[in-house]
């Protein structure tokens, strides 16, 4: 499955990372995704969270730092 998500929708993306389960190397579902604005990536996250893809309803929300 692909998403494409166009840039003239949400502002321009600067960095993807796609997360892997260590074992399988299958994709986990997760991505962390940085936006060139904090304007344009609030919108992202205010209209995507909770959107349907493929059957399925995304979680979008802005990442915090790992609790160590």
Not at 50 to 57: H, I, K, S, T, V
Request: glycine share 8%; net charge positive.
């Amino acid at each position: 499955r692909q998403m494409c998500i166009r840039d003239r929708d949400y502002g321009a993306v600067t960095a993807v990372k796609f997360i892997k389960d260590r074992e399988t190397g299958r994709f986990r579902g997760i991505a962390f995704v940085e936006m060139e604005d904090a304007a344009a990536a609030a919108k992202a996250i205010e209209e995507l969270d909770g959107a349907e893809y493929f059957g399925r309803n995304m979680v979008v929300k802005e990442a915090r730092p790992p609790k160590y």
